[in-house]
């Protein structure tokens, strides 16, 4: 019962360089998200998925790509890191219908761009 | 545009005091207001939740106040406890955001003991 499993957990990046955060989800949920977590703004939507094959974009969706090829899993690309990247990212994932969220987030990747 | 914005940025507290932190909300359309609990290298958990059809909720030492008519919600811990030490989230969704929350700011709570 691993819940959401975030890999890696920490990362530095130089400006330029390009990553792939991997988000992996045992509880069969429907739909995943990847968001941002900053001092003083909370968490913000980077982008969301609602099915296997299917993504859409959040709050804050520039600079930042996703995949969901499987079902379980969710991966959020940076193409070129910039500094204004550097966060702590989050994955969640939940089920479908309204009458119980299930909202379950991984346990964070801490990324510092350079 | 910060559409649920949170108070107190921080909270500092005596053991055994209440913990009061509130959040008001701008979009009409929110049906579901959670508060999620965050520990310094974990992510948030969920700790409690409404809808608006209820003025309140109560589990165990927390309690959810909601105010559908000034558009504010809050969370109060009674006896706070040091164990209670941790940054708290409120977030709101609405049935056709597909289960995506927006997010107050954050409120780190300490408990002295």
């Known amino acids: 019962n691993a819940g959401v499993t975030q890999t890696p957990k920490f990362r530095v990046l130089k400006t330029g360089q390009s990553m792939t955060l991997l988000c992996a989800q045992d509880?069969?949920?429907?739909?995943m998200y990847w968001y941002r977590q900053d001092p003083g703004m909370g968490l913000r939507l980077i982008h969301y998925?609602?099915?296997?094959?299917?993504?859409a974009k959040g709050e804050v969706p520039d600079g930042y790509n996703v995949s969901r090829l499987k079902k379980q899993n969710f991966l959020l690309g940076l193409e070129s890191a910039a500094p204004s990247q550097t966060s702590v990212y989050f994955c969640?994932?939940?089920?479908?219908?309204?009458?119980?969220?299930?909202?379950?987030f991984g346990s964070g990747t801490r990324l510092t761009v350079v | 545009q910060q559409q649920v914005k949170q108070s107190p940025q921080s909270l500092i507290v005596q053991k055994g005091g209440i913990s009061i932190i509130n959040c008001a909300y701008e979009?009409?359309?929110?049906?579901?207001f959670p508060w999620y609990q965050q520990f310094p290298g974990k992510g948030p958990a969920l700790l409690i939740a409404?809808?608006?059809?209820?003025s309140e909720k109560k589990e165990g030492r927390f309690t959810i106040s909601f105010n559908k008519s000034a558009k504010q919600f809050s969370l109060h811990i009674m006896d706070s406890q040091p164990g209670d030490s941790a940054t708290y989230f409120c977030a709101a969704s609405t049935e056709t955001s597909g289960s995506r929350l927006t997010f107050g700011e954050g409120t780190q709570l300490t408990v002295n003991p």
């Open positions: 409404i809808r608006p059809d209820v």
């Open positions: 509880m069969n949920h429907e739909y």
């Open positions: 979009n009409t359309a929110f049906d579901y």
């Open positions: 998925s609602v099915g296997e094959g299917t993504t």
């Open positions: 969640a994932s939940s089920y479908r219908t309204l009458a119980n969220y299930g909202y379950t």
